[in-house]
């Protein structure tokens, strides 16, 4: 049985934040920002925005794409470190919204940004054990990075979710069964304290703990292939990486470590070839935490020139605290049309550029959403209207 993303979806916030400006009212060059980092704009959402919203939005898409009914779907589950209660999960938010049916499991994953992954590993596991008996599996991967202002993790924020359906019927990536090397360790690179809606980070550090799991991992998953040896660089057996991209140049700095691991002397020259198109929309969105690897495969199925049917994808998740996965994936034929129609680029050019003022403002009102009173007008189309008796309220 083959088993992988049959659908995928992809929300972002209608408000994005120009990097060049931010970094003008930092006292920054933008060159720091927009070339250092390798971000171009960060989206930021609005009151109105949070992740059950996003996720629900990304899901509605994944469904739509595949033409799949919610009574088809056995298993929803939301991986998330952005939470909205410390009880409810988001995945159950998620199942209102979107009318899935009574006889699903549902919950919730946090593992830092690898909370998806954890999700989409379970989900295939339970396919391909048969328990899914022909319905698939919903994983939605949504967040909200918030890093305090002025810091230097400002620059790497953003917002979006990715949902992906799950199923015997992988009409864009068969994941590949067996072929995952996994690397986890206990380490104090990033976390986010109960009481802080910002996330705390030692930066430099987490670069390396990065760099660090990648090298685990990667070796892992050649253990786990048991093909390692042979004529040339093992990672030209891929014909596209994909990294975890908090920023873009985590991903060349991640390229380069593992070519160097390769063996490769010149470790930058594959960078555009294998790397280049997964970070056309992250440097569009910026940091989202648990998607942010999901939307650079989305970025590459929909922006590689090339016809990548049949091609094998490598793919690297990180989530600090730390654990990592290095698992792959086999391109389908039409997945990279299908990814195409979603129109991905053309709703990231609709979106609306917030002045530094308007983001600063947006920042501090998010710090008291939770409380917020419930706005009187009903509205539309998966919105936060606040809170009433303590519960919150979801416009359809
Ligand atoms: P910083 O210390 O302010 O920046 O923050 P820097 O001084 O290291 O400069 C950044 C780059 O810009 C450098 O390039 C500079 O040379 C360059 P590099 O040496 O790295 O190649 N630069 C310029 N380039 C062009 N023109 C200029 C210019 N000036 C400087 N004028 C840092 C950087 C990443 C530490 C900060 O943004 C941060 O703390 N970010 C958050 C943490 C993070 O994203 N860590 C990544 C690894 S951990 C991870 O991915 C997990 C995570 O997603 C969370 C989760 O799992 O949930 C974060």
Redesign the pocket.
């Given at each position: 049985m083959q088993v992988g993303l049959e659908a995928i979806g992809v929300a972002v916030p209608d408000t994005y934040v120009e990097l060049a400006d931010l970094a003008m009212a930092r006292g920054v060059?933008p060159?720091?920002y927009v070339?250092?980092?390798g971000v171009t704009r960060m989206g930021v959402p609005l009151v109105d925005e949070d992740t059950v919203t996003l996720a629900a939005r990304a899901a509605r898409m994944a469904l739509e794409s595949a033409r799949c009914s919610p009574d088809d779907i056995g298993l929803l589950v939301v991986g998330t470190?952005t939470a909205v209660d410390h009880s409810k999960p988001v995945a159950s938010y998620v199942q209102g919204l979107l009318g899935l049916s009574t006889r699903c499991r549902i919950f919730e994953t946090k593992h830092?940004?690898?909370g998806g992954t954890a999700a989409l590993q379970l989900a295939l596991d339970w396919v391909r054990s048969g328990s899914a008996k022909g319905r698939k599996a919903l994983i939605v991967c949504s967040d909200i990075?918030r890093?305090g202002v002025g810091?230097?993790?400002e620059?790497?924020q953003g917002a979006g979710a990715v949902a992906m359906l799950v199923s015997d019927h992988p009409a864009l990536v068969v994941l590949e069964a067996g072929k995952t090397g996994v690397y986890s360790k206990d380490v104090m690179?990033?976390w986010r304290p109960l009481y802080s809606k910002d996330?705390l980070?030692d930066?430099?550090y987490?670069?390396q703990?990065?760099l660090d799991a990648l090298e685990g991992a990667y070796r892992s998953y050649q253990e786990a292939a048991g093909d390692a040896g042979g004529e040339g660089a093992y990672s030209d057996r891929f014909a596209a990486l994909v990294y975890?991209v908090?920023?873009g140049?985590?991903s060349?700095?991640a390229h380069r470590h593992l070519r160097t691991l390769d063996g490769d002397a010149a470790p930058d020259a594959s960078f555009d070839r294998l790397v280049g198109h997964s970070l056309v929309m992250p440097s569009q969105v910026g940091?989202i935490?648990?998607g942010?690897m999901y939307l650079a495969l989305a970025s590459l199925l929909s922006s590689a020139p090339e016809d990548l049917t049949g091609k094998r994808v490598g793919l690297f998740s990180?989530?600090?605290?730390?654990c990592a996965e290095f698992f792959s994936g086999v391109v389908q034929d039409g997945a990279q049309a299908r990814v195409k129609a979603l129109g991905l680029e053309a709703r990231l050019a609709r979106r609306r550029a917030l002045s530094i003022p308007e983001y600063e403002d947006v920042m501090r009102a998010r710090e008291h959403l939770d409380e917020r009173p419930a706005a009187d007008a009903a509205g539309s189309g998966f919105r936060y209207q606040g809170t009433r008796d303590h519960k919150r309220i979801y416009a359809t």
């Open positions: 060059a060159g720091k070339d250092g980092l470190e830092a940004c690898y990075a890093y810091t230097p993790g620059p790497t690179d990033f996330a980070v930066g430099h987490s670069v703990c990065y975890h908090p920023y140049k985590m060349r700095k940091n935490y648990t942010s990180y989530g600090s605290g730390s």
